[in-house]
């Protein structure tokens, strides 16, 4: 891949890795639209730039919530404190898909690598996105989140390992059920995204070193800068739009986007 490509997809896993849109279906328009050669979901053409993106997102998450983040540390050994409760919760939500990604990981990864599954993925959740955000109650604090709430919010984010239906976006939508508001919704699943993201990209670090597939140079050290001031000002962004207004854009973005991709699918043009 030339440089200028394998930068232009890290700013766009960049911004979209937070946001509730999916990072996968708009990875696999890019390619579409200015990549070469066949497009498959289950293949890295460049895994180092993969290992790459993931650290640079992880770094912008731990940047912005690095508030929350000493908070948890610093409190783990106070059981009573919000710090410990927040960190209890974040453990037992990351349980469900660590669990369930190796094992789909070691059964057939490739069922989940079909583009018309995630295209109806990327619409079928817009609109569950929007049911949650528009009839969802707010009347639950994230502090006060019981373990089963973690659990709830954690086992959805396994659904996220197909394709297209976004981490961020199916976690946001089970807390909104649950009764949390829009920013502690978006805040509990950023948190949860530290865990995913970093186990996503242990994986991928592991495959590198192990077929040797190392290329450290500019373009790597680019996408990681990239990747991460991307990341930083899609989570600020939207944690300040979601004070003041709903998941809706996003989810109509969605539902357009899907039957975007849905055309191209069906029209034979991917």
């Known amino acids: 891949m030339a440089l200028h490509y394998l930068l232009f997809l890290a700013i766009?896993?960049?911004?979209?890795?937070?946001?509730?849109?999916?990072?996968?279906g708009h990875l696999v328009l890019t390619h579409a639209l200015f990549g070469e050669g066949s497009i498959d979901l289950c293949w890295?053409?460049?895994?180092?730039?993969?290992?790459?993106?993931?650290?640079?997102?992880?770094?912008?998450?731990?940047?912005?919530?690095?508030?929350?983040?000493?908070?948890?540390?610093s409190h783990?050994?106070?059981?009573?404190?919000?710090?410990?409760?927040?960190?209890?919760?974040?453990?037992?939500?990351?349980?469900?898909?660590?669990?369930i990604g190796f094992i789909i990981n070691k059964i057939e990864p490739s069922l989940?690598?079909?583009?018309?599954?995630?295209?109806?993925?990327?619409?079928?959740?817009?609109?569950?996105l929007w049911v949650a955000d528009?009839?969802?109650?707010?009347?639950?604090?994230?502090?006060?989140?019981?373990?089963?709430?973690?659990f709830w919010i954690g086992l959805s984010q396994s659904i996220a390992l197909i394709p297209g239906t976004s981490r961020s976006g199916i976690t946001m939508?089970?807390?909104?059920?649950?009764?949390?508001?829009r920013v502690d919704a978006a805040r509990f699943s950023l948190l949860l995204s530290i865990i995913a993201i970093a186990g996503a990209g242990t994986l991928n670090a592991y495959s590198v070193f192990?077929?040797?597939?190392?290329?450290?140079?500019?373009?790597?050290?680019?996408?990681?800068?990239l990747s991460f001031i991307t990341?930083?000002?899609?989570?600020?962004?939207?944690?300040?739009?979601?004070?003041?207004?709903?998941?809706?854009?996003?989810?109509?973005?969605?539902?357009?986007?899907g039957v975007v991709l849905l055309y191209f699918i069906y029209s034979g043009k991917f």
């Open 76 to 99: 783990v050994h106070q059981p009573n404190s919000d710090g410990f409760h927040m960190l209890r919760n974040v453990i037992i939500a990351s349980i469900p898909v660590i669990l």
């Open 44 to 73: 890295n053409a460049n895994r180092m730039l993969d290992v790459a993106v993931h650290v640079g997102t992880l770094l912008a998450v731990i940047a912005y919530f690095w508030r929350d983040l000493w908070g948890m540390a």
């Open 210 to 225: 192990k077929i040797g597939d190392l290329e450290f140079g500019l373009s790597i050290g680019l996408a990681i800068l």
């Open 134 to 150: 528009k009839f969802g109650k707010t009347n639950k604090k994230l502090e006060r989140m019981t373990a089963l709430q973690a």
């Open 231 to 257: 990341g930083w000002i899609s989570i600020a962004v939207m944690m300040k739009w979601l004070k003041r207004f709903s998941f809706t854009p996003f989810a109509i973005y969605r539902v357009i986007l």
């Open 112 to 128: 989940l690598c079909m583009l018309e599954v995630m295209a109806w993925m990327m619409l079928i959740f817009g609109i569950v």
């Open 12 to 24: 766009i896993q960049g911004l979209t890795e937070f946001l509730p849109v999916s990072s996968s």
């Open 173 to 181: 939508a089970t807390a909104r059920f649950l009764g949390f508001n």
